[in-house]
């Protein structure tokens, strides 16, 4: 089930707790961010940069330091597997801890990165010219991204697996 992601920020703000994996997390953010680019003309490879670029600004996405730790525990092991990619990936693994909210910023924008990609017609696009979010265009993603199944691994840049 896709909960409405202004819905979760809401009732995030009054500490109701939904338990939802990273992958549910970064599946409904992208469900929510795409038809605001309705209209929009993007390269494919930079459609996940463009979903996350406000909260990329922001630094944040919790706006509370406490959430974010929370977060932080929930997501233990999707962090550990973050960690040990930016250690492949950067040569440096980070202290989600020092900064829980810039790590869970940085973790989210992969997270959305790695599930775009596993969209056949954002693979297709992927080093082509721009294209144009369209109603149908959008309605095609959507559906493509609604229908994937759990299944993160940073290690290895995937999501695996369309739902049936």
Known sequence: MVINFAIKR????????????FFEHCRDFILEQLPEF????VYACDL??????????????TYSTKKAIELI????????????YEKFEFGERSNPFD?????????????VNIIMQKSNFIQKKWNAEKIE?????????RRQIGSLVEDCDFR?????????
Do not use: K
């Open 10 to 21: 809401y009732l995030f703000t009054f500490n109701i707790t939904i338990m939802e994996t």
């Open 38 to 41: 309705e209209g929009n003309d």
């Open 48 to 61: 996940p940069i463009e979903l996350t670029q406000g909260m990329n600004c922001d630094g944040t996405f």
């Open 73 to 84: 525990h929930e997501w233990w092991d999707d962090c550990s597997d973050f960690s040990d």
């Open 99 to 111: 900064n829980p909210e810039a790590f869970l910023v940085r973790m989210v924008i992969e997270g």
């Open 133 to 141: 979010l369209t109603p149908a265009v959008l309605r095609l993603l």
């Open 156 to 164: 290895y840049g995937v999501f695996d697996g369309y739902g049936d």
